[in-house]
C-alpha cells in the first residue's frame, strides 16, 4: 500500500498493518496511508470486515511525536487534530465493522483510534491510557468525549485527569476492549470474531451501524468541535511548552497556570 501501511484481503477480512517504527506513530504520512487505506476497503465489495493492526510487539500506536507537539500553537495545533478526526472518521463512519487489533501499548492517539473501533482486542501485556494531562493538553482526537462514552463517565474522568493507565485485565473488566488474549494468539483470535459477522448481510450491518450510532453519539459532533478547539487553546500555554519540555528532558514539570 505504502511506506507506512501494509494492506492484506483475506477470507472476507481486510486486514490494515500500520507499520511506522520504533512506536508506530501517527504522522502526517502514516495518517495519509491510513486515509487511502480505509477508502480503498470500504469501497470493496468482496471486503466485509476491516482488522486494523500495528506492527511489532510492544506497542499497537503511540500517537502523536511528542517532538512535533512542542512546536503546536493554537492554529497548527488546531490543523492537526482536525486531519487526525478527518481519518478516524472514516473508522467511525465506516459501514463495515471495524475490528482493533492491539498488539501492545495504545497510549494517547493510539487509544483513540482504537476508540473509533466497533471491537477491541489486546494482548495480555498491553495497556492503555490517555497521559495527554501529562503534557499539560487534552485528548484531541476524540477521548475525552469516546472514551466516558464507552466505559462511563466516573473511570473515564479519572484515566483523563490522573494520566494514569490501565492494564490488560483492568480495561477487560471496564469494558474498554472486547476479549484479551495471548499476543501469538491476537490476530487468529480477531479473525475468529470478525469471521462471525463478515458471513452476515452487509446491509444489516450497515444498517444496526447506523442505529448504534444514535445511542452512542448524541451531541457528539459538537462535542468534537469544541474538543478540537480546547486542544488548540492549551496548545498556546505556557504550560503545554513546560510540560513537552519536562518530557522530554525526562524530568517533572512544574505548571504555573499560564
Given amino acids: ?49 476491516l482488522m486494523i493492526t500495528g506492527s511489532g510487539e510492544k506497542i499497537f500506536v503511540s500517537g502523536a511525536n511528542i517532538k512535533e507537539l512542542a512546536d503546536l500553537n493554537k492554529v497548527s495545533a488546531i490543523r492537526l487534530v482536525s486531519r487526525v478526526k478527518e481519518v478516524f472518521s472514516k473508522i467511525w463512519l465506516s459501514p463495515k465493522p471495524v475490528f482493533c487489533a492491539m498488539n501492545g501499548h495504545a497510549l494517547g492517539g493510539g487509544l ?30 476524540g477521548g475525552t468525549q469516546l472514551l466516558p ?12 485527569l490522573s494520566g494514569e493507565t490501565l492494564s490488560a485485565k483492568e480495561a477487560l473488566a471496564c469494558g474498554l476492549v472486547d476479549c484479551v488474549v495471548k499476543a501469538e494468539s491476537l490476530l487468529e483470535a480477531t479473525k475468529e470474531m470478525a469471521h462471525q459477522i463478515a458471513e452476515k ?55 504555573q497556570g499560564k
Fill in 149 to 160: 462514552r464507552l466505559i462511563g463517565l466516573s473511570k473515564a474522568r479519572w484515566l483523563l
Fill in 112 to 141: 483513540e483510534l482504537a476508540l473509533h473501533c466497533d471491537f477491541r482486542l489486546a494482548t495480555e501485556e498491553a495497556r492503555f491510557g490517555q497521559p495527554e494531562i501529562n503534557l499539560a493538553v487534552l485528548p484531541g482526537a
Fill in 1 to 49: 500500500m505504502g511506506k507506512y501501511i501494509r494492506l492484506k484481503e483475506e477470507n472476507r477480512i481486510g486486514t490494515i498493518t500500520i507499520d511506522n517504527p520504533p512506536a508506530n506513530s501517527l504522522s502526517s504520512e502514516v495518517l495519509s496511508e491510513l486515509e487511502r487505506a480505509l477508502d480503498e476497503l470500504s469501497s470493496n465489495t468482496s471486503v466485509r470486515v
Fill in 201 to 255: 448481510s452487509p446491509l444489516a450491518i450497515e444498517a444496526i451501524k447506523k442505529m448504534l450510532r444514535f445511542v452512542q453519539s448524541p451531541g457528539l459532533e459538537e462535542a468534537m468541535k469544541k474538543e478540537t478547539e480546547m486542544f488548540g487553546e492549551l496548545c498556546g500555554t505556557e504550560d503545554k511548552k513546560e510540560g513537552v519540555l519536562a518530557f522530554l528532558e525526562k524530568r517533572k514539570a512544574h505548571f
